[in-house]
């Protein structure tokens, strides 16, 4: 059992610093560092500047900005986490046969993580790669994921985060997520109508392991005007499903 002694205080607010960096936030001042993590103005510019000593981050001034050497705490991930590397090849399959875009997703927070995809196509608005994060409560692979904790650890992630209407079709109500988690559990698969971006239609499955356990998700996407819920139901759907058992004939 770790104590509070045993943890790097400094440590995790540097992380949280390198966190507040996103497509929405490219160039930080001090200050804006300080309002998106909570730190003090004095910590977050301790932390910035021991980002720029060590290369992560450059500045101008008065603006920071990340450099590409943080891709390396990425890519230690996707080199050292065997996943990744075991599902592309099953993903860039399936979207041969499907001519559309395949992806793998954890679960991170209230948000799913890309950690493998192969893509035939451009179906978002915002590319998606590697490390995209999207929010779990409207995407295929967030309720597949989301169906899979406990109820009650499901919906206290729910009502502890964020769930704004992502288009008119999102659902947001807590109590109509749930109903949604119930539905993907006892179907073993989550589709999403463009609830996360009009014009955009997804499926997903769990990955399970030889074991039972749930350890990713697996998911289709395309445009609306491509594909129909009943083609992703009836031509893509047993796509996945195949590659589920695949997967969890050698995933232990």
Same mark, same amino acid.
């Given at each position: 059992? !770790?104590?509070?002694?045993?943890?790097?205080?400094?440590?995790?607010?540097?992380?949280?610093?390198?966190?507040?960096?996103? !497509?929405?936030?490219?160039?930080?001042?001090?200050?804006?560092? *300080?309002?998106?993590?909570?730190?003090?103005?004095?910590?977050?510019?301790?932390?910035?500047?021991?980002?720029?000593?060590?290369?992560?981050?450059?500045?101008?001034?008065?603006?920071?900005?990340?450099?590409?050497? =943080?891709?390396?705490?990425?890519?230690?991930?996707?080199s050292a986490a065997p996943l990744p590397r075991r599902l592309q090849?099953?993903?860039?399959?399936?979207?041969?046969?499907?001519?559309?875009?395949?992806?793998?997703?954890?679960?991170?927070?209230?948000? @799913? @993580?890309?950690? #493998?995809? #192969?893509?035939?196509?451009?179906?978002?608005?915002?590319?998606?790669?590697?490390?995209?994060?999207?929010?779990?409560?409207?995407? *295929?692979?967030?309720? =597949?994921?989301?169906?899979?904790?406990?109820p009650e650890e499901a919906r206290a992630l729910l009502e502890g985060?964020?769930?704004?209407?992502?288009?008119?079709?999102?659902?947001?109500?807590?109590?109509?997520?749930?109903?949604?988690?119930?539905? @993907?559990?006892?179907?073993?698969?989550?589709?999403?109508?463009?609830?996360?971006?009009l014009g955009l239609r997804s499926i997903a499955v769990p990955i399970?392991?030889?074991?039972?356990? =749930? @350890?990713?998700?697996?998911?289709?996407?395309?445009?609306?005007?491509?594909?129909?819920? #009943?083609?992703?139901?009836? !031509?893509?759907?047993?796509?996945?499903?195949?590659?589920?058992?695949?997967?969890?004939?050698?995933?232990?």
């Amino acid at each position: 059992m !770790e104590k509070d002694g045993d943890m790097m205080g400094g440590f995790a607010k540097g992380l949280s610093v390198i966190e507040a960096f996103d !497509e929405d936030h490219e160039a930080l001042s001090i200050a804006d560092v *300080s309002r998106l993590t909570g730190l003090d103005r004095a910590t977050a510019r301790r932390c910035l500047l021991t980002l720029l000593k060590g290369g992560y981050a450059s500045t101008d001034g008065r603006l920071f900005a990340l450099t590409p050497r =943080v891709l390396r705490l990425g890519y230690a991930y996707l080199s050292a986490a065997p996943l990744p590397r075991r599902l592309q090849p099953f993903l860039e399959r399936l979207s041969e046969t499907t001519q559309e875009s395949a992806s793998a997703a954890i679960m991170d927070g209230s948000d @799913v @993580v890309y950690v #493998a995809r #192969a893509a035939q196509k451009r179906v978002m608005s915002v590319a998606l790669n590697i490390g995209s994060r999207l929010p779990a409560y409207c995407s *295929s692979m967030g309720r =597949v994921l989301l169906a899979a904790l406990p109820p009650e650890e499901a919906r206290a992630l729910l009502e502890g985060s964020e769930r704004p209407a992502m288009t008119p079709r999102t659902l947001t109500d807590v109590d109509d997520l749930m109903a949604e988690l119930g539905k @993907v559990r006892r179907c073993g698969y989550a589709l999403v109508d463009q609830e996360l971006e009009l014009g955009l239609r997804s499926i997903a499955v769990p990955i399970v392991t030889t074991g039972g356990r =749930v @350890v990713a998700a697996l998911n289709t996407g395309a445009q609306a005007a491509r594909a129909s819920t #009943a083609r992703l139901k009836a !031509e893509v759907l047993p796509l996945l499903l195949d590659v589920q058992a695949q997967l969890r004939q050698v995933l232990a």
